[in-house]
């Protein structure tokens, strides 16, 4: 490494005092067959599989001292190879992201890149050939570490293989971009560094980074690393030729960057970065250049490191990754009451989908009820068909599809179907009395400490609890639709509930593997108020007299996952329109229901938008109902007014006490409406952009979280 990296890495160590230090251990075997003494270095932080392995500044110090320790011995001719793997299911995953937060310089950023690049790329040139064993989990910077090597083998039990730095906020920047290209292509390149890491950080298996061409060969998980050093053996002696296909430069490497560039126009909307600049980067990477292609890789870095996207990323992802593990607030799960058996009341929409997770998560019997057979059998037949479905696509075997097919039944006798359940859930209309009335009949049917929940998304839990003998079991269970897609379920505590059923019905969320997030019983909760009330904006702007196309391109600029009016059809404009006018009787200073969207409503229209000419465009029977003012505001002054009253709404969510921080904020959009990382859900986005101070004289979060240091 040059000295000056040496410098700026030790100053960067300095920064991060307490990184949990990867040490490379290097020991010596004879490789079999009489292939000669190999040096294979084993990357392990100390820690069980619990605490993968990551890369600081003091990590790549103690690689480059490993690789110091082979490069004289391969000069000195005492080594045939090099090998590099990990410990027990960890090859590495890549940097460590704590460290970005206390980067304040853009010259301590630019180290980490160049220091990673400096150190990575000894692995290319020493004078013996170098071998990755991917043994286990690999991202990121752990890839990379391979891609520098002249050979790979991979492990077919690797359960987790990808590059997610540009779902983070980053791009591939310690060789990916430029290495991954010229060893696979471009097209699958792309696969893997924007089409996987945008879908949600998609994982490759083991069997696909091999199918992919990204490792040469492919053994069991059993005994990998020995089948991997026989041959290892082989190839050294020259009795195994490694032939890899040739690397298309022609116009298809132009045209999968295209392809790339298309992936993440339909993803983040140009609104965030790093997307844009690791295609840049592996557009130019054709040229096969890889001195140019790292200097690319290292500016890209430190203008990403210091940009507000990758902190809003971080955060973002430490939110689902740790605070969706540890919901605040939630009871002592020691209380927690077993759930055997789970009844279902209504059988539409939600009830059918609820049904379904139920059975599979918690693999109990499970009973869907309504107000005819009709609708029963309606409702259990999808869920029947949706198990088929799984079982086609090899999600579930034969014997497990049948299992749970025989887990959902129907019944129009609640008071036989429920008589042993010990969790219930009502998903019928949004009605209160309707609800209250059922929850009523549930109470003298259900055994006496069964749960009663709800799914309403924005009535009072606790007015629904209130005619029972046992309100204290009564939990608000809010999912979010498509369920299968949308992680969050909001858990409201009523007035009246009990911390035992609290427990019990967090212990149940995480069985359902869902984002539990304890919110008060408030109206509509934390997503539907937000939304409702950003949507009240728009829609206020357009009755107002603002064309309906510019008011919906208004929030383009944030790359959220769609526009308010395509988000409004997905609802449905009645549904929208009741939430509205449910939180315009609790605020009525700050929601007003569209009056437009009202003669929407009353003239049966189900969507605003129709999509004939292939993009969607306001239904000319809509816009005959619309009556609008004469104040026209511009995309801007639209936009400002929306984030403007995001910011109000949630700073008012924050004092009521509806959730415990801004994060769980945060939390609740990201899984429950999709909003980005880079956005971090909304607050950090609010703070960078200054609405946050405009508009409520303060900050949501601390200076230095999920932002970039004043310089
Ligand atoms: P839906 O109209 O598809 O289903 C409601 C079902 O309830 C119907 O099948 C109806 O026959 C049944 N029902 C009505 N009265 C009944 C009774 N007395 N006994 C038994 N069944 C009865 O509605 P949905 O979209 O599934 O919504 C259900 C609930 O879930 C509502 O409270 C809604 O606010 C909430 N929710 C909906 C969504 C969504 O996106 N649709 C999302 C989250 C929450």
């Given at each position: ?16 005092p ?6 490379a251990?290097?020991r010596h ?10 040096a294979?270095i ?7 599989h619990t605490?993968p ?11 480059d001292a490993?690789?110091?320790q ?6 000195a001719?005492?080594i ?10 960890i ?7 704590k ?20 150190v ?11 071998f ?14 391979g891609?520098h ?11 987790a293989?990808?590059?997610p730095?540009?779902?983070l ?7 990916g ?14 696969t893997?560094v ?7 950080n998609?994982?490759?298996k083991?069997?696909q980074?091999?199918?992919l ?7 069991e998980?059993?005994d990998?690393l020995?089948?991997s ?7 050294l ?5 490694v ?9 298809a ?5 295209e ?5 993440a126009?339909d993803?983040v909307?140009g609104?965030?970065?790093?997307a844009y600049?690791?295609l ?9 250049d890889l ?6 890789e290292?500016e ?8 507000g996207?990758?902190?809003a ?16 607030g939630?009871p ?15 059988a ?9 997770l139920f ?7 499970v009973?869907?009820t ?18 088929d ?15 749970l ?14 008589a ?7 998903a019928?209309?949004?009605e209160l009395?309707?609800k209250?009335?059922i929850f009523?009949?549930?109470e003298?049917?259900v ?5 009663l ?6 009535l ?6 209130a005619?029972?003998?046992h ?6 269970f809010?999912?979010?639709?498509p369920?299968?897609?949308?992680p ?5 505590r009523a007035?009246?509930?009990?911390d035992?059923?609290l ?7 995480k ?5 539990a997030?304890l919110?008060?019983?408030a ?7 937000i939304?409702?009330?950003f949507m009240?904006e728009?829609?206020?702007a357009v ?14 600029p ?5 526009s308010p ?25 700050r ?17 605003l938008y ?17 009556e609008v ?6 995309e801007?002054q639209v ?5 403007d009253?995001?910011a109000q709404?949630?700073?008012l969510?924050?004092?009521e006490g ?14 429950g ?39």
């Amino acid at each position: 490494m040059s000295s000056s990296t040496v410098e700026l890495l030790k100053g960067a160590a300095e920064l991060f005092p307490d990184e949990v230090v990867t040490q490379a251990h290097v020991r010596h075997l004879d490789l079999p067959g009489g292939a000669g003494r190999f040096a294979l270095i084993t990357l392990d932080n100390g820690f069980d599989h619990t605490k993968p392995t990551t890369f600081g500044p003091q990590s790549l110090a103690h690689l480059d001292a490993a690789l110091d320790q082979v490069e004289q011995e391969a000069a000195a001719g005492e080594i045939a190879g090099v090998g590099v793997t990990g410990k027990p299911f960890i090859f590495a995953v890549g940097a460590d992201l704590k460290g970005v937060e206390l980067l304040k310089a853009r010259d301590e950023a630019l180290a980490i890149g160049r220091g990673g690049h400096e150190v990575f790329k000894r692995l290319s040139g020493l004078a013996v050939p170098t071998f990755a064993y991917y043994n286990g989990a690999a991202m990121g910077g752990g890839v990379e570490i391979g891609l520098h090597c002249t050979y790979r083998t991979v492990s077919r039990a690797v359960p987790a293989f990808s590059l997610p730095e540009v779902f983070l906020g980053l791009v591939p920047g310690w060789g990916g971009c430029t290495l991954l290209p010229n060893l696979i292509g471009a097209d699958r390149a792309v696969t893997v560094v924007i089409e996987n890491s945008l879908n949600q950080n998609r994982q490759l298996k083991g069997k696909q980074v091999h199918d992919l061409g990204i490792a040469d060969a492919i053994f069991e998980g059993a005994d990998f690393l020995e089948q991997s050093l026989g041959w290892t053996a082989a190839v050294l002696k020259g009795e195994l030729e490694v032939v890899r296909p040739d690397i298309d430069r022609s116009e298809a490497w132009d045209a999968a960057i295209e392809r790339g560039r298309a992936v993440a126009d339909d993803k983040v909307h140009g609104a965030a970065p790093a997307a844009y600049r690791a295609l840049d980067i592996m557009a130019a990477a054709k040229n096969g250049d890889l001195r140019q292609g790292f200097a690319a890789e290292d500016e890209a870095l430190a203008d990403l490191i210091m940009g507000g996207e990758l902190r809003a990323g971080i955060y973002a992802f430490d939110l689902v990754q740790r605070r969706a593990k540890r919901p605040a607030g939630a009871p002592d799960k020691s209380l927690a009451r077993p759930v055997t058996k789970v009844g279902v009341v209504g059988a539409g929409l939600m009830a059918s989908q609820l049904a379904l997770l139920f059975a599979r998560r918690l693999e109990v019997p499970v009973v869907l009820t309504d107000i005819d057979q009709e609708r029963i059998d309606k409702g259990v037949a999808w869920v029947h068909e949706q198990i088929d479905m799984l079982l086609l696509k090899g999600r579930l075997h034969q014997d497990a599809a049948n299992r749970l097919k025989a887990l959902v039944t129907g019944s129009l006798d609640k008071a036989a179907a429920f008589a042993d359940a010990d969790f219930v859930i009502e998903a019928v209309f949004e009605e209160l009395s309707l609800k209250q009335r059922i929850f009523a009949e549930l109470e003298e049917v259900v055994p006496a400490e069964a749960i009663l929940a709800t799914n309403t998304s924005s009535l009072s839990v606790t007015e629904m609890a209130a005619g029972l003998t046992h309100p204290e079991r009564v939990v608000g269970f809010h999912f979010f639709n498509p369920v299968a897609v949308l992680p969050l379920l909001e858990i409201v505590r009523a007035e009246r509930t009990d911390d035992a059923s609290l427990a019990t019905a967090f212990a149940v969320a995480k069985k359902l593997k869902k984002s539990a997030v304890l919110v008060k019983d408030a109206p509509a909760f934390v997503v539907n108020r937000i939304l409702t009330r950003f949507m009240g904006e728009v829609l206020g702007a357009v009755d107002e007299g603002t064309p309906v196309e510019v008011a919906d391109r208004a929030l383009a600029p944030l790359g959220l996952p769609m526009s308010p009016i395509v988000l409004l059809d997905l609802v449905g404009p009645a549904v929208a329109h009741h939430v509205a006018g449910t939180l315009a009787a609790a605020f009525p200073d700050r929601f007003t229901p569209s009056a437009n969207l009202g003669r929407v409503v009353e003239a049966g229209k189900r969507t605003l938008y129709v999509h004939d000419s292939g993009k969607p465009e306001l239904d000319p029977e809509v816009a005959a109902l619309f009556e609008v003012g004469d104040t026209v505001l511009t995309e801007e002054q639209v936009r400002d007014r929306a984030l403007d009253a995001i910011a109000q709404e949630i700073r008012l969510m924050l004092d009521e006490g509806v959730v415990a921080e801004a994060q769980d904020v945060d939390l609740c959009l990201i899984t429950g409406a999709g909003w980005p990382f880079h956005l971090g859900g909304i607050t950090p986005y609010l703070d960078r952009a200054g609405v946050s101070e405009r508009v409520t004289g303060r900050r949501f979060l601390q200076p230095g979280v999920a932002s970039v240091p004043a310089p």
